[in-house]
């Protein structure tokens, strides 16, 4: 459903992706993950065509990204840190948001009912705590029923219950055969959820492989133990003592 083929980008002398082949398919929910600087955020703005690459081809659904804009209906992005007017309401934005996007008939409001958004959608954006804002880009970007999801920390700032009520969407879209690409820093938040992991370093894919081979391959089972003894071993392999 997305393929991702040669793809460079520099911001100066800077190499933020170096030759990146990625292919997600349906129902892969797949966790993006890497150092600050590793070329997450690249990726994903251009997934999104916020960022143009130097060269390479990103295609959703076998037709190139830069051949249209229409694709970005398919995809429901939900930022690390959302950004909205601030003089609006909470209802004013879902509302604008839905007339902007006429073309959707139908509306997924499952998360809107369970973070009990219609309690508070009186308040102004600029009144929101920022999980209260994290609860509302978390509603954006399941609302319009998309083939794709794009979520930044999906969990960063969620009290618990609504974290797990976040993580239980994630999965019940996954079944549905959405493909889900997830970035974090809380690899535990991860667990149960994500099929596949990509690790970038310095711009470059360390490894892309289901969780099952890497349980396999490392004897661990929990995802922070897993990415652990992989880099652990590298470093080893890299610098033995």
């Known amino acids: 459903m997305i393929s991702i083929e040669h793809l460079n980008k ?68 939900m930022p690390q840190i959302g950004r909205y007017p601030e003089n609006m309401t909470i209802e004013q934005v879902i509302h604008m948001l839905k007339e902007i996007r006429s073309d959707c008939k139908s509306y997924d409001e499952e998360l809107i009912e369970g973070f009990e958004i219609d309690k508070i959608r009186k308040k102004s954006m600029r009144s929101l705590s920022g999980g209260t804002t994290q609860k509302v880009s978390a509603c954006l970007a399941f609302i319009f029923s998309p083939e794709i999801l794009i979520l930044d920390e999906p969990t960063a700032g969620l009290d618990p219950v609504s974290s797990e009520l976040l993580k239980e969407k994630i999965a019940k879209e996954r079944q549905k055969g959405k493909v889900i690409l997830i970035t974090s ?45 992989i880099l652990h071993d590298e470093a080893y392999k890299t610098n033995p003592a």
Request: charged share 25%.
């Open 185 to 229: 820093h809380v690899l535990s938040d991860l667990e149960g959820i994500t099929s596949d992991i990509v690790y970038l370093q310095e711009g470059k894919v360390f490894f892309n492989k289901t969780v099952e081979e890497l349980q396999k391959i490392t004897g661990e089972e929990k995802l922070n133990k897993v990415i652990a003894r």
């Open 10 to 77: 520099s911001f100066g002398r800077y190499k933020a992706l170096d030759d990146i082949n990625l292919s997600f398919k349906k129902g892969q929910a797949i966790s993006l993950l890497g150092p600050n600087g590793s070329g997450k955020t690249t990726i994903i703005k251009s997934i999104l065509g916020l960022v143009i690459p130097d060269n390479g081809v990103i295609k959703i659904n076998n037709e190139a990204v830069t051949a249209h804009h229409a694709y970005r209906s398919q995809i429901g992005y």
